[in-house]
């Protein structure tokens, strides 16, 4: 009987026939990639964290600038790359936040009778701008105790907007607040952040508020832009307006 052959040393896994192992690429290999690759730091700057900035000596009290510089430069590309992503994430929800108010004020548009367009705005706009609650606050010569047949629309008395606002000011962003029951009613317990927007109808109807809060503290913090929560605002006058002409 013929002697069985030895058994052969299996590779290692995941290193199939042909493969090159990681000791087999040179210092020549390197540089005539990257010869052939200029930009290949400008599409892997994450690169230049594994290179170690080479170190001479040249003496006692002399420095080596260019391990400085080196250094600095590859601390400045890991800061650009980290300011790139912040800057592509808010230019996300920037857009997120564009869209849902603009769906929001085709909404209000689309109403087809004033109490359908107070529905819309106490019920369905808090939804499409991804808040907690949203409501109609009007400043009223009657009993601001008085209860309205429609939840989410409160009376104030005559001079609470201008006490809130100021004269010269229409919309007030405040953050780690309580909510006002005279504002948001039974959904005040939720608002711990909230927007205040000023409302003007007409010259002959009372000032009013859209308040809008949420329970997150720090939602609407004094530095937020206000230009799309003032756009809404503004659609929102401008389409009680034209139904209250319409009214008797």
């Not at 058994?7 to 010869?35: C, H, T, Y």
């Not at 564009?98 to 004033?114: D, E, G, N, P």
């Not at 919309?171 to 005279?182: A, E, N, Q, R």
Request: proline share 7%; net charge neutral; with cysteine.
């Amino acid at each position: 009987m013929a002697d069985r052959p030895q058994d052969q040393p299996k590779p290692p896994p995941g290193n199939s026939a042909g493969a090159i192992a990681p000791a087999e690429i040179s210092a020549r290999d390197v540089l005539f990639f990257l010869r052939r690759h200029p930009d290949f730091l400008d599409s892997h700057p994450e690169a230049l964290k594994l290179l170690r900035p080479p170190q001479r000596e040249a003496g006692d009290g002399v420095l080596d600038f260019q391990h400085f510089m080196l250094d600095r430069l590859r601390r400045d590309a890991a800061r650009l790359h980290d300011e790139q992503r912040t800057l592509i994430a808010t230019s996300r929800s920037n857009l997120a936040s564009q869209c849902r108010v603009h769906k929001a004020a085709l909404t209000i548009l689309r109403a087809q009778s004033f109490e359908h367009l107070l529905q819309i705005v106490t019920t369905d706009l808090a939804v499409l701008i991804d808040v907690d609650v949203v409501t109609i606050a009007v400043e009223s010569s009657s009993a601001p105790t008085r209860r309205l047949p429609m939840p989410g629309i409160h009376l104030l008395q005559e001079g609470t907007v201008e006490a809130l606002l100021g004269a010269d000011r229409d919309v007030l962003l405040s953050t780690g607040v309580h909510g006002d029951p005279t504002l948001y009613g039974a959904a005040a317990g939720l608002v711990r952040s909230q927007a205040l927007l000023r409302l003007n109808f007409r010259r002959s109807a009372p000032v009013g508020l859209m308040c809008v809060g949420t329970r997150k503290p720090e939602t609407f913090h004094p530095g937020l832009g206000t230009e799309l929560l003032s756009f809404l605002a503004r659609t929102l006058e401008i389409t009680i307006s034209q139904w209250l002409s319409l009214g008797p």
